[in-house]
């Protein structure tokens, strides 16, 4: 607290002009005339009012509360007692300007009749009522708060912070803690610290390579040793000279800063990679006292807007927090162990310490997370009160036969599967239901017996795959099970003829045809089905929303079952598919042997191709994997054209090298495939179009060209076009790279052939949002959030938000649960975040 001197003279003149301008309760610089006077009394403290003769001034403290309740309800006050009030406060600071140059004091006035009957909620604490009184609205534009102004709100805007709200739950993008710090002598490599160094010299420049790159240099020391530490920046605008001093000019060297990151080991020594930094004094400050029990936080920033404007707006904005509402009722609160909003809000941006700033960011996380879950989950549930879907039996005498003619057993996790499935087809309610399943795991017959359950009901299905090779060979296999149980079957695809294609349409509209696969052809319009009771999408991922939905428009409310053998981590599961039901094969079929998976460097090509002529020598085939179609010249990338010709003519010259790439025409692609399927080629040089699908058990090495480039996802699943038959199969990973993280990550897949596991390690290598490819939905968006870290707050908010729709699904009982989603919503809507 302050102990600043009251400014008398300040308060008298305040109260002059407003008695003489007529009590208007006047808008001063900063606040309205009542506000300040408010303000000033209720900060009054004993210590301020110095008295000569030390007689205690504790008894004025009450006086001094009233009088800030007084003003706190000036506006409320009809002329009278305006007059009144301003007349009795002008005495009373007369004589307390009296009693501080130690003369008599004349007998104290009583207080003015106007005050506790005034006080609207007299229980209220007196202070809580001014701060809320004083405090900026939620909703409150920027540029109206005396702190930040019309400039700077316009700077803020920027950064899309429009409101009073925006800036509150504008989350620091991290925090330099000053419990961290670290002499440089004693960094070691992997560890997040922050160190305060004083700058001994500063670059800044462009890249003489590269001109869209800038680079901050900065050597630093601290009484242990020295470090440099470099920034990199990314866009021509750093090219600026301007910009570039400015630079130079705000990291002169004796500032004394703070820098914060992950402590790296280079070839050059240790350095802390693109660091936060802040800039603590200025030469000649010592740096005990900047820093002592700080934690700072440092905001994302723009053009323009530097850290200090957006901690100012946020301590600005910071007490609006007393009218924030926690939409989360205190029992859910409690059961989750969760902060209060209001005191996770501070503590987001200011904490005290580490403790308060972890406790505050699991509950914005868990906000995260519940909100979204309560949307999807709102979802799920009012989709299900539709009543309108095919009720298929479960058994029946088709199904009978097709167990008959079924060669194998289904494995345990086939049946539990199966069952999810067909308890949902026996619902009026539509299923939607996602299979996860490792390639290979076995999803095509748990499909085949859902569609025969429709068929066998009476209703029609429809399969759709994302490719033509993919659609193709899901109709190979259906067409020799439908023959054996005399069913008919069609292929619709972009390149089905015309004359097929009306046949086709004529006999789904009419019903004779009971089950139909194919492509997106699918969808398009002139496809009208008589009954259509189940949709199967395989591959699911690889369609947009509105193409799933148009599959589904073409019948009344149908079954759908999605398929994909691209299993995600669970977390990723959760968020972009957690208003489906999901079940997982996560068994594979007996018998199946283990692929053997080895990373390899370029010097051992020539042991990989002689194992590779082994096994074409034993009648086996072979997959070489590149990542691009045509060499670029900055990437030494191995195109596929040229490495097909090498491959022909160098290295397999007695044996027969088949080539297929995406620029390939269907008609073409489907020759090259055909060749390999029946080996009259028995190499086949493929870009990753055959990621998706193709199976060709003869197969027994799958060789990958500069696997570092891929996914660990993506090469599982390549790996996945080998060991489909009864031979011992093999993966090589070729790569060039030798960065410690590339090594690593191969290492996953020679270790683990688990899908799941695989894409666990995936997203945290590369992150949520490279492993789902596709930026089909925004969930890299979360502003606190993460998928890798945060899995146990997910599953709980989760938990709670299953609680909440069961109890009540339209959410009424929990008014502002219900405002505060729907604000979320229309947020995350904007930048498109649901599947
Ligand atoms: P996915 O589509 O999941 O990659 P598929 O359904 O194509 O896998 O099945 C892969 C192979 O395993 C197929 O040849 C299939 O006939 C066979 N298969 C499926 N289930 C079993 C099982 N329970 N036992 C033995 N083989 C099976
Ligand atoms: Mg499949």
């Excluded at 017959?445 to 899901?474: F, R």
């Excluded at 589904?552 to 079954?559: I, R, S, T, V």
């Excluded at 002529?613 to 590149?626: C, P």
């Excluded at 199976?695 to 996945?720: C, K, T, W």
């Amino acid at each position: 607290m302050t102990t600043e001197k009251p400014d008398w003279l300040r308060l008298q003149k305040a109260l002059t002009i407003e008695a003489e301008k007529g009590f208007g309760d006047l808008m001063g610089r900063q606040y309205r005339f009542s506000e300040f006077l408010c303000l000033t009394f209720g900060k009054f403290s004993p210590e301020m009012l110095v008295q000569q003769d030390n007689t205690p001034t504790e008894p004025h403290r009450e006086r001094w509360q009233e009088l800030a309740a007084n003003y706190a309800d000036y506006p409320n006050l009809n002329l009278e007692q305006r007059q009144s009030l301003i007349a009795q406060t002008r005495r009373y600071i007369y004589q307390l300007q009296k009693i501080e140059a130690g003369e008599p004091e004349d007998k104290l006035e009583d207080s003015p009749k106007v005050s506790k009957s005034l006080l609207k909620n007299p229980k209220t604490p007196i202070v809580t009522e001014l701060s809320r009184r004083l405090a900026p609205e939620i909703d409150q534009k920027l540029s109206e708060l005396a702190e930040i102004g019309p400039r700077r709100a316009e700077k803020l805007a920027r950064l899309g912070l429009c409101t009073v709200r925006d800036l509150l739950f504008y989350y620091p993008r991290d925090h330099i803690d000053y419990a961290h710090q670290v002499n440089i002598s004693e960094l070691k490599a992997g560890e997040s610290v922050t160190i305060i160094a004083t700058i001994k010299s500063c670059n800044c420049f462009t890249s003489p390579k590269n001109k869209k790159l800038s680079i901050f240099e900065l050597q630093v020391r601290d009484n242990s040793g020295r470090i440099k530490i470099s920034r990199f920046y990314a866009g021509a605008r750093y090219a600026s000279r301007g910009w570039q001093e400015g630079m130079k000019r705000q990291y002169a060297p004796g500032t004394i800063i703070a820098a914060c990151g992950l402590v790296k080991e280079t070839k050059y020594g240790k350095t802390i990679d693109n660091p936060e930094m802040e800039v603590l004094g200025h030469p000649g400050d010592t740096i005990e006292s900047l820093t002592i029990g700080r934690v700072v936080p440092i905001y994302a920033l723009t053009e323009g807007v530097i850290a200090n404007m957006i901690r100012e707006a946020v301590i600005a904005a910071m007490p609006a927090t007393i009218h924030l509402k926690d939409p989360l009722p205190s029992g859910l609160r409690q059961k989750y162990n969760l902060m209060e909003l209001k005191a996770a809000i501070n503590n987001i941006h200011f904490p005290p310490e580490n403790d308060s700033l972890k406790a505050a960011r699991r509950r914005l996380v868990f906000d995260e997370f519940f909100y979204l879950q309560l949307g999807l989950l709102q979802r799920q549930k009012q989709a299900k009160q539709v009543q309108t879907s095919a009720i298929l039996a479960p058994t029946g005498e088709l199904l009978d036969e097709f167990y008959k003619i079924l060669p194998f057993q289904l494995t345990g996790a086939q049946e539990r599967v199966l069952n999810d499935i067909l308890t949902d087809l026996q619902k009026p309610a539509p299923m939607n239901r996602l299979v996860q399943g490792d390639v290979g795991s076995g999803k095509t017959v748990v499909a085949i017996i859902a569609i025969l359950a429709a068929i066998q009901s009476g209703y029609q299905a429809a399969l759709m795959a994302p490719t033509e090779v993919l659609a193709e060979q899901h109709y190979r296999k259906l067409v020799s099970w439908f023959n054996l149980l005399h069913l008919p079957v069609e292929l619709l695809t972009g390149s089905t003829k015309v004359v097929k294609r009306r046949q086709i349409h004529s006999q789904l509209s009419t019903g004779e045809l009971p089950l139909l696969v194919g492509t997106h052809a699918l969808i398009q319009d002139p496809v009208k089905f008589n009954r259509l009771g189940l949709v199967v999408i395989d591959e699911q991922h690889r369609f947009g929303v509105e193409q799933r939905a148009k599959l589904q428009q073409k019948g009344e409310q149908p079954h759908v079952l999605t398929m994909t053998a691209t299993p995600i981590p669970r977390t990723l599961a959760l968020t972009i598919h957690g208003d489906l039901d999901v079940s997982q094969i996560d068994e594979l079929p007996p018998g199946r042997q283990a692929i053997q998976t080895t990373a390899l460097t370029a010097s051992q090509r020539s042991e990989a191709y002689d194992l590779m002529r082994r096994e074409i020598v034993q009648g086996r085939q072979i997959y070489i994997v590149l990542p691009l179609v045509e060499e670029s010249e900055k990437l030494d990338l191995r195109s596929a054209v040229e490495e097909h010709q090498k491959l022909q003519e160098s290295v397999f010259p007695e044996f027969q090298v088949g080539l297929l790439h995406g620029r390939m025409s269907s008609a073409e692609k489907e020759e090259a495939i055909n060749k390999f399927r029946n080996n009259e080629t028995q190499v086949i040089v493929s870009t990753t179009v055959i990621e998706v699908g193709v199976d060709v058990p003869n197969a027994s090495v799958m060789l990958i060209e500069h696997a570092e480039r891929f996914g660990l996802s993506q090469l599982h699943q390549l790996r996945g076009r080998v060991g489909r038959g009864a031979a011992k199969s093999y993966c090589l990973l070729m790569s060039s790279s030798k960065s410690p993280d590339a090594q690593q990550r191969l290492k996953v897949l020679e270790q683990s052939q688990d899908g799941f596991f695989i894409s666990e390690m995936d997203m945290r290598f590369r992150g949520p949002g490279e492993v789902l490819g596709t930026r089909q939905s925004g969930v890299a968006d979360f502003a606190l959030a993460s998928l890798v870290e945060d899995e146990e707050i997910l599953i709980l908010a989760r938990q709670a938000a299953e609680k909440v729709i069961e109890i009540d699904f339209s959410l009424e009982r929990w008014f502002l649960m219900k405002a505060e989603l729907k604000y979320r919503y229309e947020r995350l809507m904007g930048g498109a975040i649901l599947t």
